[in-house]
């Protein structure tokens, strides 16, 4: 084992979370097996499990790096996302990229996906049946992807990640877990919040330092 996994290890332990590098090791835990990326982008891009098929322009599947130790996970495309086929395209996603090179990480770290695949009409919130319908995609792309760390952004991507309905301001700062696998799950603000809220920016960029660190 190397230096930098073992104090990895060690950091991650004295924070409760020291499972990742079994999980690592260990076969996917989905009752179906992973496809690959190819195949899983293929399926999605002709899903039509809710009626959200009917009014996308184009299914947004993920954008980043196939090898990323970090997913960062947001809540559903928006109009440019739509538009463009790629997730947080739009002004959103410009303050987040910003946000990443800001502590110091770049696109080669991370992958990015949503929790849901189409836009939602009027980017109204996700409803139920098409988190449930979608759920299965956003696992399999987690499945292959075996990130060291998840980052839930915003309100609608932790709740649906963890299953609670805590508020974003007390999930911030603790380290949970994300299904079977226990992958380390962190929780931040979303971006579009911080562009309509620009004061918690600086608490963003807490957040942000702390998952550069863990990564390191
Ligand atoms: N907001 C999201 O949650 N996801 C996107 O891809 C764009 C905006």
Same mark, same amino acid.
């Given at each position: 084992m190397s230096e930098s996994v073992v104090q990895q290890r060690h950091y991650l332990k004295a924070m409760g979370i020291d499972l990742w590098l079994e999980r690592r090791e260990a076969?996917? &835990?989905? #009752?179906s097996s992973p496809k690959d990326w190819q195949n899983l982008e293929q399926t999605v891009s002709a899903c039509?499990?809710? +009626? =959200?098929h009917l009014c996308r322009k184009q299914t947004v599947f993920g954008r980043g790096t196939?090898?990323?130790?970090l997913m960062l996970i947001g809540e559903a495309p928006g109009a440019e996302e739509d538009r463009? #086929? =790629?997730?947080?395209? #739009?002004r959103a996603g410009q303050l987040l990229d910003k946000i990443i090179m800001g502590v110091g =990480? &770049?696109? +080669?770290?991370i992958y990015i996906a949503n929790i849901l695949k189409c836009r939602p009409p009027n980017n109204r919130d996700p409803n139920a049946a098409e988190v449930a319908q979608c759920k299965d995609y956003l696992q399999q792309q987690v499945d292959l992807l075996q990130p060291q760390l998840i980052l839930a952004l915003g309100r609608i991507a932790a709740h649906n990640l963890l299953n609670v309905t805590t508020s974003l301001s007390r999930l911030r700062g603790s380290a949970y877990v994300f299904g079977q696998t226990k992958i380390p799950l962190w929780v931040s603000y979303h971006p579009a919040y911080l562009l309509r809220n620009p004061a918690d920016k600086a608490r963003a960029y807490e957040d942000w330092l702390k998952i550069a660190q863990l990564l390191k």
């Open positions: 076969q996917p &835990s989905t #009752g039509q499990r809710c +009626e =959200l196939q090898q990323a130790r463009q #086929g =790629l997730p947080f395209v #739009g =990480l &770049s696109m +080669e770290d």
